[in-house]
Each structure stands twice: as structure tokens, then as C-alpha cells.
């Protein structure tokens, strides 16, 4: 593959081997799908005249199926590279900063999986001091939960801190009013491509038939309302108030040179979960709160791969739409700096997170700003995902 | 209002006063919206020649609005009354047996509540036998869980008998196959017509502007895959196999002289869950086993009213969609015939279920079929939801 003609600087992220998907708008003008390439966006209808982007999601686009995305894939990266396409390409091209970006998928379905073993082992740690960290069943399958499609919003839209019913420990009775323990989930997501008819499962081997690309996911959770409210059913509206997604998909024919193993699975898992080929990505993420950096999760420390995420998902028989979004649940290594969430940061209010100023947070604050961005290596680059951001608004 | 001009029989249940609406196909040709009278169905796109009509599914007719919702019942109402239309209509009538049914609206999201006193209260009694029945929360919110939009089918849709974890309690690991504790829950469903905007919440009192219709939802449940994987994050490959719902959506305005007080609330709940018109439903349900009757809930008897839940799902700012579809959980009345699910009628296992010519069932065996029913006092007439049926397929 030979560089672009473009002029991008080396340490961009999206040069020509990584060709995101998103959606955006040129100065008033309706969305459409488009590739991001350096600092612009590559308008996908003009440039390959192709009214399957001429949409306002990656829906009917992603239904196409894996051998159509590479063939793509590879007339976008020919118009790029070869430079005899610089005249025709160049009317297609709009600068990122004069362009909106969009919600680049119409969401189907929304699940969010518990898939990182030392956040799942905080998490018990913490609320169960005297039981073993993890639960009977969380090695033997990847644990999830259908979240809310509706309220999957694009990178940039306000939070507004919900309200809710919360009963502290000490309390009788539970009060209402906004959410007093609100908390980030950084997380990586995973979107369906190729549909799968019920009373169908998809095996690990299928992974790269069905996903479509990976975006970065803040899954916002109000703690005080979701410890509450979530026996015996799960989490329901301590998250379902709002979960944001970075605007660019990256196809996971970008992450070749990412692909890693997970770590040892013992015991092994039953056979409809084994991969065969890994499936484990070297993702290095970072979260900021306010503009300084409290932890970098690594994504290759994950338990669980996507690719068992999506065959335990889908082993019943539950049949997969095109927009089907899955998380991985909350990203935290083994080190401090590592987690995630902000109550494993603060180790649930214990050990404030210090910020710029002689700040301190053990959650966030309304006007709060927070930003998570990820890095993956590429063939002789680096791939970068964005950045997802949203910043907190008063309750209403 | 006067009498249709159609020949009806006097307990048919779908009379002018109720006139449902669904989605149907005339014999070979594409979907369209209905409303069921008597036997019939009337064709909307021809009868009042409005293209909101000419769709495979309600959702763009829901969205129009309480408004406009009662304008066309008030045209169908009408037409199906004053003879004078009878030419014009009886062309845009079909035989049900002729027309092929499908599923009436586009799933946005779909929310599983938990809202029976009765039912919770038994499978505490059967899982937590020296502790109360009911958790902390559970007269203080309506407890509530998303489920899987996709896998929502509509009735006479085959239901596979899924695959998955099952982890008995006298064995050590679990082992992965067919699930051998498959149940049926017998719930009524809520389609949300009116969207409603990120940020806001819908109190009780907005109920009827944004809930078009009521159906009747079966929320199959593989209990020995629920019994595994369910801790800490709810229900999820045990329930998203397959959830039935009936073809036909009773309007709320067909159900004014069905409307109860719930059971008293005590303690009295937070004021955003307060009624002032009371939105219980006195709906008489009956479940068929293989043609046997075996239980009559009552959905008089739930504690929580639908628009309560309506008003926990949104309060924290989660917005709704046209198309949102929310179910009751299982209905359950305090007799032990009056209990909606097969593992509170056999008492998880222990008191067996009797079938005609002396068969028994704990759970579903394959080849079975569940069918359930429900009407509900009309003004002067009974109001008839039709049914939910389904038949289990052997594990594939």
C-alpha cells in the first residue's frame, strides 16, 4: 500500500490505513457517510457515487456485508493514493472544523458486557468485601446486559445529570433528586454490520463476517441511583439516561496489526466460546476529566474477546440487526492508573482523583469535562479512534 | 356512538367500540395498517386514502400524536357506523382468515418491568425462602430492565427452544445445551406512540398522550439460563431468545370503562410516581396450554399502573421513541390459577401442572403450544386484545 497524496503529519492517526466511518454534514446540507482522512472528510457519495451513502447512518451501508466493505475499502484507499484522482477527489474533501458530525448508526440494539476482569474484581472488592471478588459465573461467560438504544448519543452532546431515586446505607427510606454519584465507564464498542436471522448463533470464527468496526463508548452511570435500583433485575435507569459514542468506526480490517490474545482463560471456556484466531486488541486509551489525563486503560488486559462477546450474545438463537451496538464494559488493567470508572479510581469515594488546581473529584461535577480517546498500532502507523467527550449539565 | 352497519356477532370482542389496529397483508401484496372489525380487517391507506397508512408498520402514524390518533377513530368510527359508507368500504374490508398478520409496529426499544406484587412475592418465596419476599426497592420504584428489541415477534412466530449456560445447583461447572426450564411469562405490553425529547420525563398525568395502545406480550424465559447468568446484571440471554406480542394494538381510548385505581400503594410512593386518574387496567387474562386452560391472571391486581412505569422509565431524562414498546412483567393474582408463569403454577417443579388425558408439565416440553387471551369491560361491550400464540420448536 503506498501513502496518500494528501499531506498529513506522520502522528495524525488517520492516515490511509485507517478510513474511519462516520457521518456528517457540509455547511447546511443534510448528513451523509464519509471517510475521515487526516483533518478532512471524504464525502463518500461524490466521491464513489454510490447513493448507499447518501443516508444519514452507516446502516444500510454496513447490511452490505464484509465483501462489499473491502471493496470499498480498497477504492477508497486507490482514490487516495493514486494521485490521478486529486481532481475528482478534492470537491468530495471538507475540512472536519466546517462540517457536524453525526450519530453514525441508527442504533438497533445496545449491549453492554462486564468483559474486564480487574473491574469486575474492584467492583466486588468494594461491595463485597468479604466474598470473593468475582462471581460464580463471570469465568465462565461474558456477562452483559441489554442497555438503552434511544439514548446512544454522538460524541459532544451535554449530559444533563439525571435525576433519580437514591438510598444511601444510612438512610430509611430512598429520596429523589439528581444523582449525587455520577460516574464515566470508558469503554470500547463494537458495531453489527451483516444481520444474522433467529434461531442463528455466530461463532467466534464469524466475528469478522457480522462486526462492521469499533468506536470508543462512555457508558455515564449514576451510582447512587444504579446500587439502588438494580436488584434483582440489573442496571436499568442509572445508565439509560444517555451513552456516548465517538463519531468515527474504524473497520476492523485497520486493526490487523492490533490483534492480540486475551489473556489466559482458565478454566477454559466451554466450546462455543474458544477462539481460534484472537481476537484480543491492543487498544491504549486514555481518559481525561477537565483536560488532564487520570488513567490509560489498556484494552488488550480484557478478559473477554468481542468476537466471544458476540458469540456468547448470540448463542440462544437472538438474531442480529444491522446497528447493533455491544460494549465491553468498562476498561480497567491491573495498575491504579489504569481504571476506567471514576469509583474505581477513587476507590469509591476514598481516594479522591486530583486534578489541575488541587481539584479533587471522586465523581463528576456539572460542568465537568470528560474526554477518552484510544490509540491501536497499525501496519507501520498508528490507527486512531477519536476522541468521545461530553461534558456534565445541571440536572433540570 | 350507534351500532356498525356490519354483521357482528355480540361477544365477538372487536365491535366499533374497539377497533384495534394492526398491520396485514391482502393476499399477495405488501403490508399495510388495518383495524379489525368483527372478522374483518379494514384496509386504512383505501378507506380514508391517508399514505401514514400505506406502511409495513404503525410507527409513523403513532408519532402523529393523541391529536390525530382520535380523528381517525373518529372517521373509522364513522364509516363502520353510518350505512351511507358501505359502498365505499366494503372493498377496503378482508376476511382475517385471507390475510396474512405481522408485527404492527418497528421495536425502538423494548423495557421488561416487574410490576405484580404477587409474582415477585413467589419467586422470592421460591429462591429466597428465609428472607421477605420482596427486596428493598420494590414498593418504592417499579423495578425495570431493557430487553431485546430484534428478537420481539409477533404471534404464531415458531419459538426455538434456545441454547445457552445452565448451571444446576448440584453441579460444579455448568454445561452448555438446550435449555430444560423453558416458561412463559404472561404480560401486557405498552406501545409508546408520541416520542418524547432527550432530557425531559413524562409524568403519570402525560400518560394518554404518549401511550397509543395495548397488546399482549408472552416474555418466554429459559429459567435454568436466567438462573445462571443473572447476577449482577439482570436477565439476558435467558429472556432474548424470542418475545411474542399480539397482532392487534387496543387503542387507550377503547379502554376507558376498564380503567381501575391500582392496589393500595403503601408506602406511598415519590411524588413523580403519584396518580391522580387512576391508569390500572381491569383486563381478565387467560393462559392455554395445548388448548387447557391453566391460569386466569388478573391484571387488576398489579401493584404498579403503566403509567407509573411510564413515568419511572423517563425520570431520568431517558427520551421516548414512537415504537418503544413496554410489558408489565409477568401478571400474577394472589390465587394460585390466577399465576402467570409455569414456574409459579407448578411451583418451580414441585407441584405439576395438569394437562388433558393425564399429562403433566413443570415446563415447556417441544411441540407445545401457549396461547394467551385477554378482553377487558367496554362501554356496554367487551373488549377483546385477540391472543398471543406460540409453539416450541426442539433446540437446533
Not at 484507499?77 to 477527489?89: F, I, K, P, S
Not at 448463533?201 to 444504579?226: E, K
Amino acid at each position: 500500500m503506498s501513502e496518500t497524496w494528501l499531506s498529513i503529519p506522520a502522528e495524525s492517526g488517520f492516515g490511509v490505513r485507517n478510513l474511519p466511518y462516520g457521518v456528517f454534514s457540509p455547511p447546511e446540507s443534510s448528513p451523509r457517510v464519509g471517510v475521515r482522512i487526516g483533518d478532512h472528510v471524504l464525502d463518500l457519495a461524490a466521491a464513489l457515487g454510490d447513493p448507499v451513502f447518501a443516508r444519514p447512518n452507516l446502516n444500510e451501508f454496513m447490511a452490505t456485508g464484509q465483501a462489499c466493505w473491502r471493496r470499498v475499502r480498497a477504492e477508497v484507499t486507490e482514490l487516495l493514493t493514486d494521485e490521478a484522482h486529486r481532481g475528482t477527489v478534492e470537491p468530495a474533501l471538507y475540512p472536519l472544523d466546517e462540517v457536524e458530525l453525526h450519530l453514525p448508526y441508527a442504533v438497533a440494539d445496545y449491549v453492554d458486557f462486564y468483559a474486564s476482569e480487574h473491574h469486575a474484581s474492584n467492583i466486588g472488592r468494594m461491595f463485597r468485601p468479604d466474598a470473593a471478588p468475582l462471581l460464580p459465573n463471570w469465568k465462565h461467560l461474558p456477562v452483559g446486559y441489554h442497555g438503552r438504544a434511544g439514548t446512544v448519543v454522538v460524541s459532544g452532546t451535554p449530559i444533563v445529570r439525571p435525576n433519580g431515586q437514591r438510598k444511601p446505607p444510612a438512610e430509611d427510606t430512598p429520596s429523589f433528586g439528581p444523582s449525587r454519584r455520577l460516574d464515566i465507564e470508558a469503554e470500547v464498542g463494537f458495531v453489527v454490520g451483516t444481520p444474522s436471522p433467529l434461531g442463528t448463533s455466530v461463532p467466534p470464527t464469524d466475528f469478522a463476517r457480522h462486526v462492521f468496526g469499533v468506536c470508543l463508548v462512555n457508558d455515564w452511570s449514576a451510582r447512587d441511583i444504579q446500587a439502588w435500583e438494580y436488584v434483582p433485575l440489573g442496571p436499568f435507569l442509572g445508565k439509560s439516561f444517555a451513552t456516548s459514542v465517538s463519531p468515527w468506526v474504524v473497520p476492523l480490517d485497520a486493526l490487523d496489526a492490533a490483534r492480540v490474545p486475551t489473556p489466559v482463560q482458565d478454566p477454559e471456556p466451554l466450546p462455543y466460546l474458544r477462539e481460534t484466531d484472537p481476537w484480543g486488541l491492543d487498544l491504549s486509551m486514555t481518559v481525561e476529566l477537565n483536560g488532564r489525563p487520570i488513567a490509560h486503560p489498556p484494552f488488550s488486559s480484557m478478559y473477554w474477546s468481542p468476537a466471544q462477546m458476540l458469540a456468547h450474545l448470540t448463542v440462544n438463537g437472538a438474531s442480529l440487526r444491522s446497528g447493533d451496538l455491544y460494549a465491553s464494559g468498562t476498561v480497567s488493567g491491573p495498575e491504579r492508573e489504569q481504571r476506567g470508572s471514576l469509583i474505581e479510581l477513587s476507590w469509591n469515594g476514598a481516594e479522591p482523583v486530583e486534578l489541575d488546581g488541587g481539584d479533587h473529584r471522586s465523581f463528576l461535577a456539572d460542568g465537568d469535562t470528560v474526554t477518552i480517546r484510544a490509540t491501536a498500532p497499525g501496519d507501520g502507523c498508528t490507527i486512531s479512534f477519536g476522541e468521545v467527550t461530553g461534558t456534565i449539565h445541571p440536572a433540570s
